[in-house]
């Protein structure tokens, strides 16, 4: 796709085997059901680079930003640099976007690269509240995972004073969206999703593509969801069907400590039940995953509550054993995964 946009075109005019989400829209022309952004993003490194250039290492990028953007916002809010250096531990290596970042697959790029912007909007508001600059980030990150845009009134009530500027500032994403989908699909509000050739007919979308007959089974999965147990080693193997965000994360539990009368935190967690909601609706689970990867939309919230519980909260040792099981969980799926191909299905 970014080679594409490069060569002046919305389309592309192959129709690979392994991508099912295409769209054939005129003769060899099919269209990318995928949010623009990360395609985008990546026009400089095919520049640069060639188009042969590897998606795998644009992801290990945006995985690295990601925890250098968040260890900016633990020391901009914290002020003390152990607790700084503990969630660069935890963005790093005690969650799923470990794995997410090392895998590069255009399912997983672009709720990377969504994660990587909306972050870029939090640290804006809190260090210089530069609300133009928090309309773009967020407008990117919109445009690379459409359910980011319900984090906007997370944004929009702490601005305050400053609302018409955060305005101005999403407005170039939110139109160009709308135009992009107008060209591929002659309607400003068709995504796409539901033009997928034969998608209406897979089981897992019985009830369409978005239905709260799915919010159940997609709740099993985030929370009860178990590893594979074998008679042989490696005994236990994660599986490509989910797992349970208490084992992947369970060092998440302090993003939930924190004073809910304050404006910021208890708009948080708004935001984070806005997104679940609305991913736990769609029909499809994240297969193949590590871990539950829908909930990864909301994690930059999840990782601003856990800095702001740490900045009135010294570091004990039940922080360091929940961030240390976190990270074992973590190494164990990326080991198995990506270094010995052991996964069920």
Known sequence: MADSFLHGRYYITDNPPWLSELILIARDKFAVVYPPAPAILLIPFLILFGSNFSQTIFANLIGAAIVCVSAILSFEITKNKLKTLYIILLTALGNILWFMSSVGSVWLLGQTVAILFLLLAILTLEKNKNSVLVGIFLGIAFLSRVEIILAFPFFYFLLEKHKTKFLIGLFPSISFYLFYNFLR?????????????????????????????????????????????????????????????????????????????????????????????????????????????????????????????????????????????????????????????????
């Open 185 to 345: 699909f002659g309607n400003f509000f068709q995504t796409g999703y539901s033009l997928i050739p034969g998608v209406l007919q897979e089981p897992w979308y019985s009830n369409g593509i978005i239905s709260p007959f799915y919010i159940l089974r997609n709740l099993k999965i985030m929370f009860t969801s178990l590893p594979s147990f074998k008679n042989t080693f490696p005994f236990i193997v994660p599986s490509w069907g989910g797992l349970s965000i208490a084992i992947t994360s369970p060092v998440f539990i302090y993003a939930f400590l924190n004073n809910l009368k304050k404006k910021e935190i208890y708009l948080s967690i708004i935001s984070i039940i806005a997104i679940l909601f609305l991913v736990f609706m769609h029909g499809e689970s994240g297969y193949a995953q590590f871990g539950f990867r829908f909930a990864a939309d909301f994690y930059p919230f999840i990782f601003y509550l856990i800095i702001k519980y740490l900045q009135k909260n010294n570091l004990k040792w039940h922080h360091w054993l929940l961030l240390f099981f976190s990270i074992l969980v973590n190494f164990w799926g990326v080991l198995l995964i990506n270094k010995l191909g052991i996964v069920a299905p």
